[in-house]
């Protein structure tokens, strides 16, 4: 059908109109984003130097604190070891942040939502900290789900030895998910975390490493306690997750806030660091005890440990972070791994900790305020 010349002149004046109120609307917002640009940029330097500042101070103290420690003094507590591994880790998420930001700032946001740990912590607003405790604690949904759909599929689709191993994943997810309790629920997965056996194909690698640990700890022959060495990783929690399914690897980084596509070695590595952190974490807990621990302190440890979130309240946080350290130390865990404590020892205390993980972790997704996921649980609620 034709258009009259009216028709035709009544369309283009209003393309016409349309278009100048969507390019009024363009200048608007543009302006505003000009006029915005000043304080923006204020606040993004002062934010840089207060981050920096802090850094600084926190690397002096740090520095006070490793070498007291190395001159005999009294031991680390809880809050100089968060110190130390703070001091050494800013610095890294520094360079890193500061490299994508320089090669490809409009991937930056990417880098924060596949990684929330991934800005450094003298540099995180209230808000920015709120986020990404949020952002953990769904991610814990998100990870029980994800890994359980995967194993099923698993199971269905695959043949010969992959689906035998798969069934058995099966298996043991569903009497971790049938268990009433954390504890009841470890004692069903914990047999994947016992100590290595000499005949087992990376014993040599791990025994090696263990060694080479155990020896860095041995007094020096002139008196000397030896150099304190926290936030640096021995490869030990990498090596103990060697032959791990990727399923499995995957479900336990993403429990730490460590998702996105990359290689396995290189997933292995990051829930590696992170288990040798709670492994020196919980034998200075076991010691002292939790009572000295602040607000912010506790909500950070339960997160570590696939637990918790920001809804519930010190007492709450604390049991639950108890109950932890109860769980790995009823399992005849020992303080420090490494050479002839973790031959010695029934389960090997990385894989322990990934156990206990999994069993705190599916108890924490069915609690409401530790999930902060209510749609996910919904669709398994009774109605």
């Given at each position: 059908m034709r258009l009259s010349a009216l028709q035709l002149l009544l369309l283009a004046s209003s393309v016409t109109r349309s278009s100048a109120f969507g390019d009024d609307h363009m200048v608007q917002d543009l302006k505003a984003s000009m006029s915005n640009m000043p304080a923006m940029i204020r606040d993004n330097v002062k934010r840089f130097q207060v981050g920096t500042k802090q850094m600084w101070l926190n690397g002096k103290a740090a520095g006070v604190v490793r070498r007291r420690v190395e001159r005999g003094g009294e031991a680390l507590s809880y809050a100089e070891l968060q110190l130390l591994r703070r001091s050494g880790e800013d610095t890294f998420k520094l360079l890193r942040a500061g490299a994508m930001w320089l090669v490809a700032p409009e991937l930056f946001p990417v880098l924060l939502y596949f990684y929330p740990r991934a800005l450094p912590s003298t540099f995180e607003t209230e808000t920015d900290r709120e986020r990404r405790r949020g952002t953990l604690a769904r991610m814990r949904t998100a990870a029980a789900l994800e890994l359980l759909s995967t194993l099923e599929e698993q199971k269905a689709t695959n043949t010969g030895r992959k689906a035998l191993a798969a069934a058995e994943q099966c298996e043991a997810a569903e009497l971790l998910l049938r268990a009433k309790s954390s504890s009841h629920a470890l004692a069903f997965v914990q047999g994947r975390a016992l100590a290595l056996a000499p005949e087992a194909k990376i014993y040599q690698h791990y025994n090696r490493i263990a060694e080479r640990e155990a020896q860095k700890r041995r007094p020096r022959k002139d008196g000397k306690v030896p150099e304190v060495s926290v936030g640096q990783s021995s490869g030990l929690g990498k090596a103990a997750l060697m032959g791990l399914s990727q399923?499995?690897?995957?479900?336990?980084?993403?429990?730490?806030?460590?998702?996105?596509?990359?290689?396995?070695?290189?997933?292995?590595?990051?829930?590696?660091?992170?288990?040798?952190?709670?492994?020196?974490?919980?034998?200075?807990?076991?010691?002292?005890?939790?009572?000295?621990?602040?607000r912010e302190e506790l909500v950070e440890a339960c997160l570590d440990r696939g637990f918790g979130s920001t809804a519930l309240n010190d007492a709450q946080l604390r049991r639950l972070l108890d109950e932890w350290l109860h769980l790995v130390r009823s399992r005849g865990d020992v303080a420090v791994a490494g050479g002839e404590g973790v031959q010695g020892a029934l389960f090997e205390p990385h894989r322990l900790r990934l156990a206990a993980m999994a069993a705190c972790a599916t108890a924490a997704v069915r609690r409401e305020a530790d999930s902060m996921s209510v749609l996910p649980r919904l669709v398994y609620a009774r109605s």
């Open positions: 399923p499995v690897l995957k479900a336990g980084c993403k429990l730490i806030g460590v998702s996105g596509p990359q290689p396995g070695m290189f997933r292995r590595g990051a829930l590696g660091a992170h288990l040798e952190g709670l492994v020196l974490e919980d034998s200075i807990l076991a010691a002292q005890g939790t009572s000295a621990l602040g």
